[in-house]
Nanobody
Framework: QVQLVESGGGLVQAGGSLRLSCAASVSAFNMGWYRQAPGQQRELVAT???????NYADSVKGRFTISRGNAKNTVYLQMNSLKPEDTAVYYCNAENPFSGLHSWGQGTQVTVSS
């Protein structure tokens, strides 16, 4: 069972920044961040492979940056120029590259006020 622990959410004004962190009990997995706003489906925000290749949703390109720590079992999401529409619960995800199985963190709330 993969354990994922997120931190770094909170309340920020529009235009501000937040940094989310996710510590995983495994390394060498593909990892990512997803978000779910009230009444909406969970959507991909950004992913990063074990080799460092990144992918972003169009809505966050140029504003958010995903990265991994040196030990490869921590993933970060630097969020700049935040907008009210970024308000959501953000979930850390880890994908086993061999089995394709996904594991999820408990989620962290990000609220952007206008």
């Amino acid at each position: 069972q993969v354990q994922l622990v997120e931190s770094g959410g909170g309340l920020v004004q529009a235009g501000g920044s937040l940094r989310l962190s996710c510590a995983a009990s495994v390394s060498a997995f593909n990892m990512g961040w997803y978000r779910q706003a009230p009444g909406q489906q969970r959507e991909l925000v950004a992913t990063i492979t074990s080799g460092g290749r990144t992918n972003y949703a169009d809505s966050v390109k140029g504003r958010f940056t995903i990265s991994r720590g040196n030990a490869k079992n921590t993933v970060y999401l630097q969020m700049n120029s935040l907008k009210p529409e970024d308000t959501a619960v953000y979930y850390c995800n880890a994908e086993n590259p061999f089995s394709g199985l996904h594991s999820w963190g408990q989620g962290t709330q990000v609220t952007v006020s206008s």
